[in-house]
């Protein structure tokens, strides 16, 4: 098995061919995207322009709109890109296609889908994802684990704490890992009170851990990739 850490969504270019591409995104479009299947969605279309993303609604009203652009809501938007949002959001996801826009997380995955599977997952999935990868057996497999913040520390922290996962030589602990992200530059905003655009359950939240035996998998067919909730048990 090989693994490869990347940090940014600078795109294919810079990784190696791989099996599978596993995208971090923990503060915070995964997180949203995982509590997003746990109310009901259906699936999750990634759109990187933001009109598109308003032309997609106004072809299709069943459409959910979320997403930010430097963490901040878009004009337009049904959501931002919060999972204390997704959580409040009750029956408006159940059985809806949710289309997402971010900064990060949604550009680095659009840019790293030439990988036979693609994944995407903040700290939520990472215990799923060793799981399902151990059970289909990856040992003679080449992964990339992209960490999509360019210069923020929380999705590179998560990287490295998969890595340990996969290779079973857990050199960084649970602890650490939701220590990094809570200390992590980008996170700090979200600690200000001031600041209302930003909530700090967001964080308390993007912390969670689930055995929920699914993952997120990127559907490449279509005209958009398309996140789909994978049950592996």
């Known amino acids: 098995m090989e693994i490869k850490i990347t940090q940014g969504f600078y795109g294919d270019n810079l990784l190696k061919p791989a099996d599978f591409n596993i995208i971090i995104d923990v503060v915070r479009a995964f997180t949203v995207c995982n509590f997003a299947f746990m109310k009901g ?6 759109v990187n322009e933001i009109n598109e993303c308003l032309n997609l609604k106004s072809a299709s009203r069943d459409l959910i709109l979320a997403g930010e652009v430097n963490g901040y809501k878009i004009e337009g938007f049904d959501l931002g890109n919060s999972p204390r949002e997704i959580i409040k959001s009750n029956s408006l996801l159940q059985g809806k296609n949710l289309v997402l826009r971010t900064t990060n997380g949604v550009k680095a995955t659009l840019n790293c889908l ?11 999935d990472l215990q799923n994802i060793a799981q399902y990868l151990k059970e289909i057996d990856i040992e003679d497999s080449r992964i ?3 960490a999509s913040h360019p210069t923020s520390n929380e999705d590179l922290a998560c990287a490295k704490y998969l890595k340990g996962l996969l290779t079973e030589n857990q050199k960084v602990c649970l602890s650490e890992v939701k220590n990094s992200i809570q200390t992590a530059e980008a996170v700090q905003k979200f600690y200000d009170p001031s600041n209302k655009d930003f909530d700090e359950e967001d964080i308390h939240l993007c912390l969670k851990e689930f055995n929920n035996n699914f993952v997120m998998k ?3 067919n279509g005209r958009y990739p398309v996140v789909e909730r994978f049950d592996f048990k």
């Not at 969605?41 to 990634?46: A, D, G, Q």
């Not at 036979?116 to 903040?122: D, F, I, S």
């Open 41 to 46: 969605i259906n699936k999750i279309i990634l």
């Open 114 to 124: 030439e990988a036979k599977e693609v994944l995407v997952a903040g700290l939520v």
């Open 144 to 146: 990339n684990i992209i």
């Open 218 to 220: 990127v559907n490449k």
